[in-house]
Antibody, heavy 120, light 111 residues
Framework: QVQLQESGPGLVKPSESLSLTCAVSGYSISTDYWWAWIRQPPEKGLEWIASVYYNGNTHYNPSLRSRLTTSVDTSKNQFSLTVTSMTAAETAVYYC?????????????WGQGTLVTVSS | QSALTQPASVSGSPGQSITISCTGTSNDVGTYNLVSWYQHHPGKAPKLMIYEATKRPSGISNRFSGSKSGNTASLTIFGLQAEDEANYYCCSYTGTSLYVVFGGGTKLTVL
């Protein structure tokens, strides 16, 4: 049973950075899948943030690219996201998900999400 | 404003069928069959219901069916059950550097 679990600070001050980690269980992160970050602001739709492969290959949302850093830790079977210069508008539930391939662009397993509030 | 347009809400009685539409453009839904649908019960992990417009993942009931015509994809749920009450989101590949966009979501109420 593939399971993903996000972890993060919960509260971030405006202009500071957000760092999130997604722990994967039931499946090795070092296989032919990509791993994604998706967020949902309150009362709004979903927004794709980034996708990362275990070898370091990445795809980023171009509107966020300059503020994103992703990494994969195969020894811990987890992957991470850092977003710099956070604003209040980026208050959202952040999800991690598994993406079957770079060409599939669907997400077959998701975490439950972690709420990140950007506020001073 | 989301890139894909979905109705904000739909409703139906147990046993009935409902259809949720997802309208994009010729740059996404209209060109690619890479449309997926997700069921989301608040507080839980979203669940993949349909991928590549019409395919069901293993374990998903055949009461859920996906289709596409032109720039509009649709999710039909046959024989509504109480547990189907949830939010549903569509998603499409765009062929651009944005790669993928989602709809704003549709709240399904089972009366």
């Amino acid at each position: 049973q593939v399971q993903l679990q996000e972890s993060g600070p919960g509260l971030v001050k405006p202009s500071e950075s957000l760092s999130l980690t997604c722990a994967v269980s039931g499946y090795s992160i070092s296989t032919d899948y990509w791993w994604a970050w998706i967020r949902q602001p309150p009362e709004k739709g979903l927004e794709w943030i980034a996708s990362v492969y275990y070898n370091g290959n990445t795809h980023y949302n171009p509107s966020l690219r300059s503020r994103l850093t992703t990494s994969v830790d195969t020894s811990k079977n987890q992957f991470s996201l850092t977003v710099t210069s956070m604003t209040a508008a980026e208050t959202a539930v952040y999800y991690c998900a598994r993406q079957p391939s770079a060409g599939a662009w669907s997400f077959d397993y998701w975490g439950q999400g972690t709420l990140v509030t950007v506020s001073s | 404003q989301s890139a894909l347009t979905q109705p904000a809400s739909v409703s139906g009685s147990p046993g009935q069928s409902i259809t949720i539409s997802c309208t994009g453009t010729s740059n996404d839904v209209g060109t690619y069959n890479l449309v997926s649908w997700y069921q989301h019960h608040p507080g839980k992990a979203p669940k993949l219901m349909i991928y590549e417009a019409t395919k069901r993942p293993s374990g998903i009931s055949n009461r859920f069916s996906g289709s596409k015509s032109g720039n509009t994809a649709s999710l039909t749920i046959f024989g509504l059950q109480a547990e189907d009450e949830a939010n549903y989101y569509c998603c499409s590949y765009t062929g651009t550097s944005l790669y993928v966009v989602f709809g704003g979501g549709t709240k399904l109420t089972v009366l």
